[in-house]
């Protein structure tokens, strides 16, 4: 059975800094290309940013400069660590795990950025 499970998320102040954890398990990790997403209230999902099996990263314009994702392969752990984070910022950020047309998704952890 394939689990994400995305913890970390909390308040935090404009200007503040959280790390968010999500923990695969059930599949094989280093295989997968790991990615974070976020859907704020009456908006779609977004992503946020993405790092390949290889190690390759991206991320959205939004928050470039200001998060940063990493992995952990020999933990099946990938990190979103953001800085300097903004009201906009707020949203529930889910994990999502890809490889080739199969795709996992966690459920989530609430981020709430206060002004």
């Known amino acids: 059975q394939v689990q994400l499970v995305e913890s970390g998320g909390g308040l935090v102040q404009a200007g503040g800094s959280l790390r968010l954890s999500c923990a695969a398990s059930?599949?094989?990790?280093?295989?997968?290309?790991m990615g974070w997403y976020r859907q704020a209230p009456g908006k779609e999902r977004e992503l946020v940013a993405v790092?390949?099996?290889?190690?390759?990263?991206n991320s959205a314009d939004p928050v470039k400069g200001r998060f940063t994702i990493s992995r952990d392969n020999a933990k099946a752990v990938v990190y979103l660590q953001m800085n300097s984070l903004k009201p906009e910022d707020t949203a529930v950020y889910y994990c999502?795990?890809?490889?080739?047309?199969?795709?996992?998704w966690g459920r989530g952890t609430q981020v709430t950025v206060s002004s």
């Open positions: 999502k795990a890809n490889w080739r047309n199969l795709n996992f």
């Open positions: 059930g599949i094989t990790f280093s295989m997968y290309d």
């Open positions: 790092i390949t099996s290889g190690g390759s990263t």
